[in-house]
């Protein structure tokens, strides 16, 4: 048996080491040089919305510190950088004209990743879709196919070469159970009706991006999903059901017609009427080879039967477990076991660990610009340890980036929940690495071995 101390936890050669950011949630000046609102924009003015109306109006200011950021990158040694491109700056009404500041913008940040040895790996719709589509119908519009693949045939045609590994969408589950089942995210439609065909449309527009990018790139291109392991809080037959209901309901809804090119059965079970009827043409859209998947990670959930809305399952809160300020249990096996799980499922397709972290609440920053975040620092070291172990077993993983580069926008939860590596004070909009980035610093240029 290992002892933990003496494993040799070095990754594999060309382990892809980073972090992950998403515009909205650090960017601010959202209508700056010509661009359009978004939905975020729009709902996070929406009073009542979001935690004391917070909005992204200003976030991290990264839109005019984006220089310091990649310093601060370089200096923490980071190999690449996820980042997302907000949509209605490229393309202020959504299609047609192109502006060409909000392109100059990202052209900028990726030539300055590059000049800094950091590697871009950028996501074409991290959730803020602009408000010009949304007034035609959004993810509900058929149309929605085709203009996700314009918008990113432009950004193919501007930076393909220097970015070498692209995303079409970060977490269709989420935007879909959030935005249009129970409403709590943008743009805050609760229908049974319409969260299937918004998932559906967003997957077609998904493999009618990635068709654009076989015309225009040259490289690779791929799909974020956040997966939640689901574990039977019993064996009895509801909770197994349950169980089964929540698995296909939030990991294979995506996976599977993207990479199998077909839905799973329960999903017709849990949406009865409301689940629609799909072409064969549609499954075979999305259905595009893509070059390696991204799993966001964070928690898993122990599962059982109850009258939830329309799942009929929940988690239960484990007694023993260790909690998040987010409120989910901290439990790193889940992780091996979603990457095993994948490669079991789907075969030998390259895996990032595209998100991966933790919000606790994190002391200020005391004198001498030290932050101590040694829950953070616990929480990645078991994650990565876990990711070392699916590695073993032989799964494809080829790097991890841990989110997020910075305290950021917490979506609904506005500034409330810290998940950076670097404190941001958003008063003064000050970055302060914190105890984990110098740690991680150390995990990256040990290759792992200091795990
Ligand atoms: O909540 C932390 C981050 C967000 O800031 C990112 O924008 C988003 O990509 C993102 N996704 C998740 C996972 C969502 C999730 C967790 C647990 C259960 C269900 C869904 C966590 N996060």
Redesign the pocket.
Known sequence: MHLTQDKDYRFPEGFLWGAAT?AH?IEGSPLADGAGPSIWTRFAHTPGMTLNGDTGDVACDHYHRWKEDVRLMRELGLQAYRFSVSWSRILPGGTGRVNRKGLDFYSRLVDELLANGIEPLLTLY??DLPAALDDRGGWLNRDCADWFAEYGSVLFRELDGRVKKWVTL??P??ITDGGYLHGALAPGHRNRYEAPIASHNLMRAHGAAVQAYRAEGRHDIGLVV?I?PKYPASDSSGDLAATRRAHAY?NEQYLHPALLGRYPDELAEIFGDAWPQVSDADMRQIRQPIDFIGI?Y??R?VTRADDSWPLRAGSVRQPLGTYTE?G?EVFPQGLTDTLVWFRDTYGDLPIYVT?N?AAFFDPPVAEGGRVRDPLRIDYLRKHLRAIHDAIAAGVDVRGYMA??LLD?L??SLGYS?R?GIIHVDYGTLERTPKDSARWFSGIIGSHGRAL
């Open positions: 998403a949630q991290h959730w970060n977490e589950w989420v956040n939640e939030m966001n964070y928690t959930a987010t989910w998100e972290g989110w997020s950021n917490e979506w929940k998940f």
